[in-house]
């Protein structure tokens, strides 16, 4: 018996209880919206949690290793990102007119879901090596990180993750603390140069945005997603129709339902209940995540675990208020929930990172 509380103790202890509950509530939603949208397919849900253990065996693998080894995995890890991101440029397998997968013969990966993990941790090491003499030449460095991933990413063209790639760069940066000026005047930048980020806007990509504008234009083509979206999301009602009645979904009226949309499908058949009970999970993740943040020992353990939680919470806002119409539609996954084994890896080593700060804070005191 000893042996084996011994063992159970060995096991657990990295383990944040709250975090992992937490995230295993919104990962058992994910997994009953799923089996629904994929019209009843154990062999999809199977896929899923063959890829849920996997993820969840990184995250303990993750969560046991103390913040300075992680730090240490921080170069390799980016450039073994960029280097897979050039290979999908050379080699990748194309869906959809994308290329952004690598096969691998019995799987394939997506290793722009590896550069999530990779670039945060890159820049959080970066600002850690220069702790306490940060200066803008830094911020300068920090930005050329983020941009040559970024482009590699949208040439696949995949824009809505190289904007969420920039978004997680950019939360280091601000951690790491980057001038409200500089932002603003980023911000003011960025908007002037508009006109010419809409020349390098693929013609599918413009065609959402006006689309997001005014879905009606074109309901049957490139507003169709948005309007049967809204559509699933609004018939729902306040207490949904009920598990696997969602007359959109089943009815082969809702596109991507099992990845990018399943968020309708979720709020049809639990209505606005439903809603806000996943909201709140996600709120809980996300305030347990910036605990985590604020007790960090370290700056790179706050950078991490900062930039981590916001990048969660990124990613839940953009994928439900795309699939509200309150976005435009940019292919993003809900996290957790979303149907996808890369990007369930991905997020797992997230939240192994975030329970590695909270375990070894105190290690590092001492």
Not at 271 to 300: E, K, P
Request: proline share 4%; charged share 10%; glycine share 10%.
């Amino acid at each position: 018996m000893e042996l084996v509380a011994r063992i159970w103790e060995f096991v657990v202890r990295p383990v944040d209880r709250f975090l992992f509950g937490i995230t295993m509530a919104i990962v058992a939603v994910g997994l009953v919206t799923l089996f629904s949208a994929a019209d009843q397919s154990a062999a999809r849900v199977g896929n899923q949690l063959a890829s849920l253990a996997v993820a969840l065996v990184a995250m303990w693998v993750v969560a046991n290793v103390p913040p300075p080894a992680l730090a240490r995995t921080a170069v390799p890890l980016y450039v073994l990102g960029l280097v897979l991101l050039l290979a999908v440029a050379m080699f990748g397998v194309v869906v959809n007119g994308s290329r952004r997968w690598l096969s691998l013969g019995v799987t394939r990966i997506q290793p722009s879901e590896l550069m999530k993990v990779a670039l945060p941790l890159m820049l959080a090491w970066y600002f850690q090596k220069f702790e306490g003499r940060i200066g803008w030449k830094d911020f300068v460095v920090a930005a050329v990180l983020i941009a040559v991933p970024a482009i590699l990413v949208k040439r696949q063209p995949d824009l809505g993750t190289a904007s969420l790639l920039m978004a997680s760069g950019f939360f280091v940066l601000y951690l790491a603390g980057l001038s409200w000026r500089i932002i603003v005047g980023l911000a003011a930048g960025a908007g002037a140069l508009a006109p010419v980020f809409w020349g390098l806007l693929h013609d599918y990509q413009r065609r959402r945005i006006l689309t997001f504008i005014d879905p009606t234009q074109d309901p049957l083509g490139a507003g169709y997603h948005i309007t049967q979206a809204s559509i699933a999301i609004g018939s729902g009602g306040v207490v949904g129709k009920g598990w696997l009645n969602g007359t959109q979904t089943h009815l082969d009226f809702l596109p991507e339902r099992h990845t990018d949309f399943i968020f309708a499908v979720y709020g049809e058949e639990f209505g606005l209940i439903g809603n806000v009970v996943l909201i709140l999970l996600y709120l809980m993740l996300i305030v347990r995540g910036m605990m985590i943040a604020a007790n960090a020992s370290t700056l790179f353990g706050r950078l991490m675990a900062g930039s981590v939680t916001l990048m969660l919470f990124t990613y839940a806002f953009v994928n439900m208020g795309m699939v509200s119409g309150v976005l435009p539609v940019v292919g993003v996954p809900l996290p957790f929930v979303s149907y996808g084994g890369t990007a369930m890896l991905s997020l797992f080593i997230g939240i192994g990172i975030l329970m590695s700060v909270q375990a070894h804070r105190k290690l590092v005191h001492s």
